[in-house]
């Protein structure tokens, strides 16, 4: 059944632990995005000039039409602002993201790009918009961007990232099978894997906050100090997690026509030095990152919940509540996606079918459970998962006292409430246990069916999290 896209949990609150080489607090890692020549432009091709990330005030295309005013900005960034830049990073290792119809028109920049050793990333065939692009146009531009950027470079682009691109777009990129990384995500500050189909695909986000191009929109910035100030502060809470033992990364995006204005150039050089100043900092490509993560982190194997058929997901959960796979039947007919592929994700899905489901129903379940070191325990003939919850508290081990206690106790409640004491064991201990038995047995039975229908929650919960992890 067709699944919820969208990823909206990621790592969560437990990232992994990046393990940087040197044990560095923080990858810093400058992309140079090289447009200049392939963007919008009739003598491209196109049918209007370009309109996107100049200094030109609302901007708007000109169709069938140049836009002399336009094209001397985009070669402002060739003929100057690549150089400056050039000159101060040269000795950093950096990213270009290259349209590939730029790079042909730019012999002498590619040649100090390969000089610099810096990566050379593919970003698509021209500076256009893809948003309505066919599929199959788009696709056939992946392949022209690989082949005209081998041709030029003389090596096919180990990462990609299109920028203006469409929904079809990490799809398509992925299918092609080349690339160590995609970046056209802006979704967390780790890399992360997708899949699609049978290929994994590791996604190194890239960012829209560090970026030169906010002095190109209204709500943007105007001065090179408000750039600097927000990339210290994004830098200086990046460290200070590295710090504390949960380092990130952190993207900064350059362009040769923005950036490369001498009055921001020097509000950058001012942050690459703070930056520089201090240890633990890993400069890298995004080509080396993705080569660090994929080795320490490879792509997750097996299935996912949420590419499970249902009897696949039934098998898997159909437990979790005592004898009641009914409720993971019904929960994998929810709206399911990636975001549901952990242990608490899980969860929210079976414990929406239990909470909806009927008072009958969810006395079911109750009643499904065995009392607590019951004859069931006594005769071994408890379910796996409650024999181990049960002896982890330590109810295998009572003293024939101790368990005529419980078992009176069983009784009383069961001839009191009409289903057995439920209590998440893993959370107490023997001790607890019993008080908790003594304590709640008075109640009345509406405040103890809402009660163990928590704990089944919770025993649901734990077992999730030993079974997936989180």
Not at 82 to 107: E, I, K, N, Q, S
Request: glycine residues 8%.
């Amino acid at each position: 059944m067709p699944r919820y896209p969208r990823d909206m949990t990621g790592y969560g609150a437990t990232p992994p632990a990046a393990n940087w080489p040197d044990g560095a607090k923080i990858a810093v890692q400058i992309v140079l995005n090289y447009e200049e020549g392939g963007e919008n432009n009739i003598l491209h091709g196109d049918a209007a000039s370009e309109a996107f990330l100049s200094e030109i005030t609302g901007a708007q295309p000109w169709p069938g039409m140049r836009h002399w005013n336009m094209e001397s900005i985009y070669e402002y960034g060739s003929r100057a602002g690549f150089w400056r830049l050039y000159r101060m990073m040269a000795d950093l290792p950096v990213t270009v993201y290259g349209v590939a119809t730029a790079l042909a028109r730019a012999p002498e920049q590619v040649a100090a790009m390969q000089a610099a050793a810096w990566e050379i990333a593919s970003h698509g065939l021209k500076w256009v918009e893809h948003k309505d692009m066919p599929e199959d146009e788009e696709r056939a531009q992946i392949a022209e961007a690989i082949r005209l950027h081998t041709e030029i470079t003389g090596a096919a682009p180990r990462g990609w990232y299109t920028g203006r691109c469409s929904n079809n777009t990490v799809r398509l990129v992925a299918e092609t099978g080349q690339f160590a990384y995609v970046a056209d995500s802006y979704a967390d500050d780790l890399p992360y894997w997708m899949q699609f189909r049978d290929n994994d695909q590791l996604i190194v986000p890239y960012t829209m906050d560090c970026n030169d191009m906010r002095f190109g929109i209204q709500a943007g910035f105007t001065t090179g100090d408000q750039f600097e100030s927000y990339l210290r502060d994004s830098f200086d809470v990046l460290y200070a997690e590295g710090q504390a033992g949960a380092p990130k990364m952190m993207s900064i995006g350059l362009h040769c026509r923005i950036m490369g204005r001498p009055g921001r150039a020097a509000a950058l050089k001012r942050v690459l030095d703070y930056m520089r100043g201090h240890d633990g900092v890993w400069f890298a490509t995004r080509e080396q990152i993705a080569d660090h993560w994929a080795q320490a982190h490879p792509a997750p194997k097996g299935q996912r919940p949420c590419q499970m058929d249902c009897d696949t997901f039934v098998a898997e959960f159909g437990g979790i509540f005592e004898h009641s796979p009914w409720i993971a039947e019904r929960a994998h007919a929810l709206d399911l996606g990636p975001t549901h592929d952990t242990a608490r994700g899980v969860h929210q899905a079976l414990c929406r079918v239990f909470r909806s489901a009927s008072d009958e129903e969810r006395l079911g379940v109750l009643n499904a459970h065995p009392d607590l070191a019951g004859k069931l325990a006594a005769a071994g003939k408890l379910t796996a998962d409650s024999t181990s919850e049960q002896a982890g508290a330590g109810l295998d081990l009572l003293t024939d006292a101790e368990r005529t206690t419980f078992q009176d106790l069983n009784a009383q409640y069961v001839a009191r409430h009409g289903f057995p004491f439920i209590i998440a064991v893993k959370d107490n201990d023997k001790a607890s246990i019993l008080e908790a038995f003594q304590r709640r047995i008075a109640n009345d039975s509406a405040t103890e069916f809402a009660t163990a229908c928590k704990q089944v929650e919770r025993i649901a919960e734990l077992r999730l999290l030993d079974k997936l992890g989180g």
